[in-house]
């Protein structure tokens, strides 16, 4: 389980988390719903420690982040994150090389599920194309937990159709998935817990079966009750 | 232990293949600029003789009394090989800092993936650290290799009667340039890339913290390396604060500067280690 205790952060004067605290539990997708700016992509990188809190505490599974953790928790930023003068190839070989966790096999069956072409330099790829390859660096690895921060940024519809498989497919399965977007058409039906932030706070969190069978609801009802006020 | 160093060798591999289209570059053009300097000087030298004799329909012991002998010592005095070297120097401080900020600043944001490789973040520092000393180590033996191809060369060109052949050794000792860049004792050496090495320590940690602190780490950073070079600095000046009184031998001066400067460089790598664990940002 990844636990975020009372976590705080600023940029400067401006407090972008102000006390966030929330579970995202393996087996199951968490969605981070907020406007942008609300703080989406500094939990991220709070939980991967790419960026210092304030104060709180973050842990995954009971322990600190901690380098080897890497191999138990992958994020998928919504930016080109290899060499772009790397091919698909090289950049597969560079992750065998450091992460144990890399799995080769599973890695193929990715590259041939988004029709990638391994001797493609990165820097020569489509935006979407360049998704894909992030998607691949995170996926094939055995990881406990996988992280992706806005996986439908600036795609089109034939790429968003395809990581929208990604999330029903055996290679999200028993994984814990923290997911943040504002763009939750596509997966609304896949979530199984929904994070709502305003203003640095959790607005409202929670679970996305229920709130339908309860209350009538979707996702996107509760975000317009909440964002529309 | 053993898996770490492995995981050092690999990464100083991968930084290596990123500097070594850069350090050829350097390379070429030091062996470039010092030949056209081993040709065109002695060339020049020889040319003004000869134009020389021909006008004043002189002997060679009036040319000899006019020019003086010319020897390979003359040859690196010129710009063709200074310019090279400070092209280096300028190059692998430059490359010190770019290796650092390219994995910001991109086309790809690569220091997401390297801040989240299973390795000690400090495996990553220290592979940055060896391969911008590889680099400057690699153009000190391009250095060497250039002079030992350019003696013959220059020996060549010379007529042996205008030509006072030192030997290459000599002609380095007397280039205070080169008592930099090829010590000749061996605690010099020491003390030079001691020196270096501080330099480049103090550097990453000013480069860390404005990646950790942003504007503030600008400000941090240079204070720091005001503080770190007035530490290592503060002996020489302690004759001045105490109205002209020299209280400490040479000898000892050079002790409590290197130990201040092991100081500096300790202090730096513990700082470093701070901010690329818990401070820095991607």
Same mark, same amino acid.
Request: with cysteine.
């Given at each position: ?24 539990? %393996? #087996? /199951? =997708? &968490? ?15 709070? @939980? ?6 304030? %104060? #709180? /505490? =973050? &842990? ?15 994020? @998928? ?153 | ?282």
């Amino acid at each position: 389980m990844i636990e975020l205790k009372n976590v705080h952060k600023s940029f400067g004067r401006k407090k972008v988390l102000d006390g966030i605290s929330f579970t995202a539990n %393996k #087996g /199951e =997708i &968490t969605c981070l719903v907020g406007v942008n700016g609300v703080g989406k992509t500094t939990i991220l990188n709070a @939980i991967m420690n790419l960026t210092p809190i304030k %104060k #709180g /505490e =973050i &842990t995954i599974d009971g322990e600190k982040m901690s380098p080897a953790m890497y191999n138990k928790v992958a994020f @998928i930023p919504d930016v080109a994150i290899m060499l772009p003068q790397m091919t698909v190839h090289e950049a597969m070989e560079f992750m065998k090389d450091y992460y144990s966790s890399w799995n080769c096999k599973r890695a193929k069956e990715i590259v041939r599920f988004f029709r990638l072409n391994m001797p493609d330099k990165i820097s020569e790829l489509s935006k979407g194309n360049q998704a894909k390859v992030n998607l691949l660096m995170g996926l094939a690895l055995d990881v406990d937990y996988v992280l992706m921060d806005e996986p439908f940024s600036g795609i089109d519809i034939f790429t968003r159709e395809q990581i929208t498989e990604v999330f029903s497919s055996r290679l999200v399965e028993d994984r814990g998935v923290l997911i943040t977007t504002h763009e939750i058409y596509d997966i609304e039906h896949l979530l199984d817990k929904v994070v709502l932030l305003d203003n640095g706070v959790i607005y409202k969190e929670f679970n996305a079966e229920e709130m339908r069978e309860t209350e009538g609801k979707s996702v996107v009802d509760v975000m317009r009750e909440v964002y529309n006020q | 232990m053993k898996k770490s160093l492995h995981t050092l060798l690999k990464l100083t591999n991968f930084e290596m293949e990123r500097l070594s289209k850069f350090l050829f570059t350097l390379m070429g053009l030091t062996l470039l600029f010092n030949l056209v300097g081993y040709i065109y000087t002695p060339m020049q030298h020889m040319g003004k003789i000869n134009e020389y004799i021909t006008q004043n329909s002189a002997t060679t012991q009036q040319a000899l009394d006019a020019f003086g002998r010319f020897s390979f010592y003359d040859v690196t005095q010129t710009l063709w090989i200074a310019g090279p070297i400070a092209i280096g120097v300028s190059g692998l401080l430059l490359y010190s800092i770019f290796i650092w900020y390219r994995e910001w600043f991109g086309k790809n944001t690569f220091a997401y993936r390297l801040l989240m490789l299973p390795v000690s973040r400090m495996t990553l520092y220290f592979s940055k650290l060896i391969t911008v000393f590889i680099g400057i180590f690699t153009l000190i033996a391009t250095q060497m290799l250039s002079l030992f191809i350019g003696h013959p060369i220059v020996s060549a060109i010379i007529e042996s009667a205008y030509f006072n052949d030192i030997g290459l050794i000599a002609s380095i000792q007397m280039n205070p340039l080169f008592l930099y860049l090829f010590p000749l004792d061996f605690s010099y050496f020491l003390m030079v890339n001691g020196v270096g090495i501080v330099v480049l320590l103090v550097l990453f940690t000013v480069i860390l913290m404005e990646r950790s602190y942003s504007f503030k780490g600008i400000a941090m950073g240079i204070l720091y390396g005001i503080a770190a070079l007035s530490l290592v600095l503060f002996p020489l000046f302690l004759p001045n604060l105490l109205n002209n009184q020299y209280i400490l031998y040479d000898s000892e001066l050079m002790i409590i500067i290197i130990l201040l400067t092991i100081i500096v460089g300790v202090l730096s790598i513990f700082t470093s280690r701070h901010l690329i664990n818990k401070k820095i940002t991607v």
